[in-house]
């Protein structure tokens, strides 16, 4: 079976365009892959966290992902930081990967800002653990966004590099798994902004914690336009936050924007918020209610986090003793 690795940062507030671009996803994958999702808490510290904050928020999205459907039974989860192998076949990529990779990597650019000089090691270097992450497990696929093929793209380079320089064939050129329609889920306030858990108004999201009646406010409230909605993707071109309500729609009940635009046809924005917000609710709700109900159980969830991370540490460790051994390392 092939086997996926993905990573989603703990940095709490999981919202809708999670959910659609991701973690439903992840549930999906697990039927026909060995699945290895990780809570991704070496990343977040490449900028400042506050400790007690970074720990709750590793419990918030271990909760999501568990009340979302992944099972920790048959996949695993785990926190990064309990596995050592990520770190130390980070090391090794930082020796063989070029500056000049890094400096393509346009994340960086926009996470740093005009602080460049200022920003920390890991956050330039981060790519590096990115590939180390999946490597460290071999994996064949990772489920991706258009925004992250960047760094696959760096991951491959990297295992053929360290192929190459070796003169052995140890590391897989990952392959890439891009979802369809619906993966990049915009702002309820600006159809041309990415919706983030960063921003400053909650107004912009739905979060994966917000109770049904606020979710339906928050779509009644999503900008909109004065025209009626239209029959075709064609007719979405020139609006932003039309294409977006229509886009979660479709995404919701596993349609197509076509089929989605037909059947609204000509109806006003009104109508379309009440089904839109139905629909919402119905999927979203249970998820919400069983993410509750865990995080009142906190030694439940760090009991399935350690039992990931002792899984995982079974996986990567024979992987990595070995690239320390090709790069000359005295091993036990």
């Known amino acids: 079976m092939d086997r996926i690795f993905s990573g989603v940062q703990p940095t709490g507030n999981l919202h809708l365009g999670n959910y659609l671009g991701a973690i439903r996803n992840w549930v999906t994958l697990q039927a026909d892959y060995e699945c290895i999702y990780c809570v991704v808490d070496l990343h977040a510290i490449t900028v400042a966290q506050d400790p007690d904050e970074l720990r709750a928020s590793t419990r918030e999205v271990a909760a999501s992902l568990l009340a979302a459907g992944i099972d920790a039974k048959t996949s695993i989860l785990f926190n990064q930081s309990q596995v050592s192998a990520h770190a130390e076949l980070a090391w090794i ?3 063989v990967a070029r500056l000049g990779w890094l400096n393509r990597m346009t994340q960086f650019k926009e996470k740093a800002g005009k602080n460049r000089e200022n920003a920390s090691v890991g956050l330039y270097a981060y790519p590096n653990l990115m590939a180390a992450d999946v490597l460290a497990y071999k994996a064949t696929h990772v489920p991706v966004g258009e925004d992250q093929k ?7 380079d990297i295992a053929q590099a360290f192929n190459s320089q070796y003169g052995v064939e140890f590391f897989p050129l990952t392959e890439p798994l891009i ?9 309820l306030r600006d159809g041309t902004s990415k919706m983030s858990k960063s921003d400053s108004s909650d107004n912009t999201r739905i979060n994966l914690t917000d109770p049904p009646d606020l979710i339906a406010k928050k779509i009644r409230r999503a900008k909109t336009d004065p025209e009626p909605l239209p029959g075709s993707p064609e007719g979405l071109e020139t609006r932003p936050e039309a294409a977006n309500l229509i886009g979660i729609f479709a995404a ?28 919402a609710i119905a999927e979203l709700a249970p998820i919400t209610t069983e ?29 990595v003793q070995e690239a320390q051994e090709i790069v000359g390392f005295l091993t036990s």
Not at 150 to 156: D, K
């Open 150 to 156: 960047q760094h696959l793209e760096l991951c491959r």
């Open 291 to 319: 993410m509750q109900r865990l995080m009142d159980d906190p030694a439940y969830v760090d009991s399935v986090l350690r039992d990931g991370a002792e899984r995982a540490r079974g996986l990567a460790a024979p992987i």
């Open 252 to 279: 919701l009940c596993n349609d197509s924007v076509e089929d989605t635009c037909r059947r609204f046809d000509g109806a006003q924005f009104s109508k379309f918020k009440e089904e839109l917000a139905d629909l």
């Open 93 to 95: 990529f930082n020796c």
């Open 179 to 187: 979802f369809g329609e619906a993966t990049r889920v915009m702002s």
